[in-house]
């Protein structure tokens, strides 16, 4: 079953872990299609917080009660109606897009200038680019859970969000939240916009 993505206790290893599942699950809906066993755990979680009022316990509620009244091909076909098919997509998942108007423009390059610093770099099998909103996820979850603490630290974490996530997702999220074709994704969105408003406060206060 998968885990409640909300921070359950006051521990700091317990807060990470919830972190870096919840940038996981972000990664994974975003880059395919959900397969079957993930959208099969995603019906059987949990949507109650020990912590009554927690933040994403809403957003949260609602992508499991969504995923519970649509079938695996609902939800697949969604997915290839808003970022598949041949040319431009209905709904753009590049960071480049929303913050120039165009792909593989000057945000990507400042996004490899700074993949290249943390020691990071695409793999050859990813048929998108780095600032694919999945692939931006990934690397935050390394950025939480990785081994090399001279990388994986919180003020790495402030600074690759800052500068390539926090700029453009608010608007990834209005677009995907509002578009006739999105359910599942609209759900999706609505947690993704509630998470990053958690991250930039926690950030806030590192400042």
Partial sequence: MMPLPIPVTSSALDEETARSELY???????YGPPAPEFIADLRAAATDSPAPGAFLEEPWRALVGVAREMSDAAI???????????????VYLYGSHYLSGFLNEKPLARLRTDLNQLGLSRDEAMSE?????????????????????????????????????????????????THPKARFYAAVAELTRAFMSVEAQGFDILV
């Fill in 24 to 30: 996981g699950l972000l990664a994974l809906v975003y």
């Fill in 129 to 177: 680019t780095e600032d694919h909103i999945a692939y931006l996820c990934e690397v935050m979850r390394y950025l939480i859970a990785g081994d090399d603490v001279a990388v994986s630290n919180l003020t790495r974490q402030q600074g690759f969000f800052a500068a390539h996530i926090q700029p453009w997702s608010t608007q990834l999220c209005d677009t995907l939240a």
């Fill in 76 to 90: 697949a076909a969604e997915f290839e109606a808003l970022f598949g098919g041949v040319g431009k997509p209905e």
